[in-house]
């Protein structure tokens, strides 16, 4: 009887870590607020194709974020907001995005150039770094970079 109830406050301990969307908003500067919305990942809901050496498609699409283990969150909303403006990131093939809400303000980067706004960032759970940007001009955005070289990643984030 001990173990029926110790293995049920594990599974409930493990659900409700694991189980639920989380909702994280990151002030990055004065203007700028970040909010970041990520989910369990179910793979009942994709077609998923395993292609070795820690690869997988999931959806027709290579995938950032895994490290030899099917996800277990996908990023499924980024907005930016500022001057009471949403703006919508792509979040294609974005998983593992945190871990225990450790994803600081640090890990991302506004500049300005004759393009309009480029907004990059670092997600990882711990494993499986990968980097992302977005340029934003008025109240559009296109992802213009999503990268796990860890060149590109050092040199350029």
């Not at 969307?21 to 990055?28: A, F, G, Q």
């Not at 995938?63 to 949403?86: C, M, T, V, W, Y």
Request: aromatic share 14%; no cysteine; charged share 25%.
């Amino acid at each position: 009887m001990n173990y029926l109830i110790i293995t049920i406050l594990l599974f409930s301990l493990t659900v409700g870590a694991f189980g639920r969307e989380e909702t994280i908003e990151i002030k990055l500067n004065e203007n700028y607020v970040l909010i970041l919305t990520k989910i369990p990942f179910d793979p009942q809901k994709h077609s998923i194709r395993d292609i070795g050496n820690y690869t997988y498609i999931i959806d027709e699409k290579p995938i950032f974020g895994n490290d030899g283990h099917l996800p277990r969150f996908e990023l499924i909303n980024a907005q930016l907001q500022f001057d009471g403006k949403s703006v919508k990131l792509d979040t294609d093939s974005m998983f593992e995005p945190w871990f225990e809400k450790n994803i600081k303000k640090e890990s991302f980067k506004i500049k300005y150039d004759e393009a309009g706004l480029k907004l990059s960032g670092l997600f990882s759970d711990g494993a499986g770094l990968y980097g992302a940007e977005w340029l934003i001009v008025d109240t559009v955005s296109i992802r213009t970079i999503i990268t796990k070289d860890e060149e590109v990643l050092f040199e350029y984030f």
